[in-house]
């Protein structure tokens, strides 16, 4: 079930970015060719890329696909390097539970108060405020999830990551 909330947010942020995409092409060629313009594109582009950054996070996680430094830890025993997988996604957890919490009483307030932005269309600021409650949520649900999947796999004597020697650390680039 996760994975399928994962997929749809994912799919989703590449929804925003071809959204982006139109959206700032067209202004152009508006601003180029008649001198006009699409109303209160900063702003749509604004809460477009909460989307396109924050949705996708966690996919990203469950992929484990996020930016790494392997540079000391491909040297430890492959245990450590497992506890390793561990404490990051701890910190991880840590990390996002604040803007969580700050996230969750920004969108109630702007869902309370009723705030807009400032323009010609008077775009409410809700969607955006919840996009990136919703997505930070769903990337620390993961990350709970993985954080006990892992200790367990760990406890039960397997490895958590892959065969690290498939694994190309240039593969990224």
């Not at 152009?28 to 109303?39: F, K, M, Y």
């Not at 010609?120 to 930070?136: A, E, H, T």
């Not at 649900?141 to 958590?160: K, N, Y």
């Amino acid at each position: 079930m996760l994975t399928r909330i994962e997929s749809f947010l994912l799919n989703l942020a590449a929804l925003a970015i071809i959204g982006l995409g139109l959206l700032i092409t067209t202004s152009v060629v508006l601003r180029a060719t008649l001198n006009s313009g699409i109303p209160d594109t900063i702003n749509m582009v604004g809460e477009l890329m909460v989307a396109a950054i924050v949705l996708p996070l966690a996919a990203t996680a469950a992929a484990r696909a996020n930016i790494v430094v392997e540079v000391i830890s491909e040297r430890l025993s492959p245990a450590t390097q497992d506890r390793l997988v561990v404490l990051g996604s701890l910190a991880g957890l840590f990390a996002l539970a604040p803007l969580i919490w700050a996230g969750w009483n920004e969108a109630v307030h702007t869902i309370e108060s009723g705030s807009y932005f400032f323009g010609q269309l008077s775009l409410p600021k809700w969607p955006g405020r919840v996009i990136f409650l919703f997505g930070v949520s769903f990337c620390w649900l993961r990350l709970a999830i993985q954080v006990w999947s892992d200790i367990r796999t760990i406890r039960a004597g397997g490895r958590v990551l892959v065969d690290p020697s498939k694994h190309s650390p240039h593969e990224e680039v």
